[in-house]
């Protein structure tokens, strides 16, 4: 019981990183990002790309990995997403299905169906008070924990962070407050295309890479971020370790393979019984 989880934290910490990514677009731009668990795809490839057939270390394929698919996420939203943001969230949510689409299908043109493994050396797991920790873990909380500190840092105490929560409260008054809009937003894309790789590469790490590895992901990362509340960067990392810790608890009564329904079953009852998420605010209509 306790291995389980010890694992499903582990697996909610990964599953934080995309989800404060999606509810950050979605706290700035009001739309559901589909193409979330493609650009988890797509980094992963990237950095992959630049570790085994460029031959850099891992370390430094994931960090530039991160800023050539930032670049690629801010070009992306000026010739997808800027175009369409007056026609409401529901067009912006049709075409991140089709950027997923793209994505999704670059990855397999460029990379075939095969798994893809980095090249990363074997390493014997640890023993701690009975409990199996393996390297990769280890690597995965470290960095997804200083991650998402870093990005809560930002939000708080930095001019960017203020400008960002600004503009989710109300971008009339942020507009005019002289704040940049546009700039924002693209700042929100470069963040999130980041916090995708992060997670794109830890996955690697714990996996292999395929075409559809975002397809695995992307249902608990939507759980996440509705589990804590859309718009709340600190309730979606609470509801990705409660939704890891879960699904893999869960294995004790069902298939591993049906894990996935307790992410499904966990969307249904919070829409049901409390819509506005965990730590979300509710909705006031006038």
């Not at 049709?94 to 493994?117: H, I």
């Not at 879960?246 to 004790?252: A, G, I, K």
């Amino acid at each position: 019981m306790a291995q389980l989880v010890l694992n499903g934290l582990i697996t909610g910490m990964i599953v934080a990183l995309p989800a404060v990514a999606l509810t950050l677009i979605f706290s700035i731009l009001k739309f559901p990002n589909f193409a979330i668990g493609a650009m988890l795809t797509a980094s992963a490839y990237i950095a992959w790309s630049l570790n085994v057939l460029a031959g850099l270390p891992l370390l430094a394929a994931a960090v530039l990995a991160a800023l050539l698919f930032a670049l690629a996420m801010v070009l992306t939203d000026r010739a997808v997403f800027r175009p369409l943001r007056e026609r409401g969230p529901i067009t912006l949510l049709v075409a991140s299905m089709g950027v997923s689409f793209v994505l999704e299908n670059l990855c397999r043109l460029a990379f075939g169906n095969l798994a893809r493994n980095f090249d990363i050396p074997i390493a014997r797991p640890h023993r701690f008070w009975g409990l199996r920790v393996n390297q990769e873990q280890i690597t995965t909380a470290i960095v997804a924990l200083a991650a998402m500190a870093a990005v809560y840092l930002l939000l708080r105490h930095s001019p960017l962070g203020r400008a960002m929560r600004a503009v989710a409260d109300n971008p009339a008054l942020a507009a005019a407050r002289g704040i940049d809009r546009d700039r924002t937003i693209l700042w929100t894309w470069a963040i999130a295309a980041v916090l995708t790789t992060i997670a794109g590469v830890l996955v690697g790490m714990d996996r292999a890479i395929d075409p559809l590895m975002g397809w695995s992901y992307i249902i608990s990362i939507f759980a996440a971020a509705i589990l804590g509340g859309l718009g709340s960067p600190v309730g979606a990392v609470l509801g990705a370790l409660v939704i890891g810790v879960v699904q893999e608890v869960s294995t004790l009564v069902i298939a591993s393979n049906y894990r996935q329904a307790v992410s499904f079953a966990a969307i249904a009852l919070l829409l049901l019984f409390r819509p506005q998420g965990l730590l979300g605010q509710r909705r006031i209509k006038r």
